[in-house]
T-cell receptor, first 116, second 110 residues
């Protein structure tokens, strides 16, 4: 049973380009959470999705960022017109059920985005 | 004020030593507490959940103090492989948003 798969592992984009980050959940997991980790900071919640639905995107910047989790295929975090401040590690986590007291989230290895 | 605060360290200890560190959280409604481990900016991995009565998992002991809103982690008989960044993680009951501290770095030397 493969773990949470994220790709690419490393992504370099020039300012103004688009970045697409993919997350394939563990088998049987239908809940996806995206987090961003800036250098020397903790992971920050961005968005929570279930299949085809965005449940909570309160941690995601209003502009340039979007996320989706289609019926088929991986969840995608899309950043348009990237700027240097978007450089960070982006982790997705998935769970079988919604996170609560006794549900563990499993993290992917992350995508390190560098904007040059 | 940050939701979860940790001493960044680093804590440099010799093999076999005991090392302990805390984290504090600001939201008194928090119900679930965890310690995660992160190696070299790789993915965080769950080390252990923290229960109200305190709990042990091998050489690792976690304590929760709700009155003072802090959580501690103690590592006994440190191994070289314990070198990592330890992330304190908190969330409210039935809330899917995990709040992460920035991490405490531990380096165990031979």
């Amino acid at each position: 049973n493969a773990g949470v798969m994220q790709n690419p592992r490393h992504l370099v984009r020039r300012r103004g380009q688009e970045a697409r980050l993919r997350c394939s959940p563990m088998k049987g997991h239908s809940h996806v959470y995206w987090y961003r980790q800036l250098p020397e900071e903790g992971l920050k919640f961005m968005v929570y999705l279930q299949k085809e639905n965005i449940i909570d995107e309160s941690g995601m910047p209003k502009e340039r960022f979007s996320a989706e989790f289609p019926k088929e295929g991986p969840s995608i975090l899309r950043i348009q017109q990237v700027v240097r401040g978007d450089s960070a590690a982006y982790f997705c986590a998935t769970s079988r059920e919604g996170l609560g007291l006794n549900t563990e989230a499993f993290f992917g290895q992350g995508t390190r985005l560098t904007v040059v | 004020r940050k939701e979860v605060e940790q001493d960044p360290g680093p804590f440099n200890v010799p093999e076999g030593a005991t090392v302990a560190f805390n984290c504090t959280y600001s939201n008194s409604a928090s119900q679930s507490f965890f310690w995660y481990r992160q190696d070299c900016r790789k993915e965080p991995k769950l080390l252990m959940s923290v229960y109200s009565s305190g709990n042990e998992d091998g050489r690792f002991t976690a304590q929760l103090n709700r009155a003072s809103q802090y959580i501690s982690l103690l590592i006994r008989d440190s191994k070289l492989s314990d070198s990592a960044t330890y992330l304190c993680v908190v969330n409210e009951a039935n809330d899917y948003k995990l709040s992460f501290g920035a991490g405490t770095t531990v380096t165990v030397r031979a």
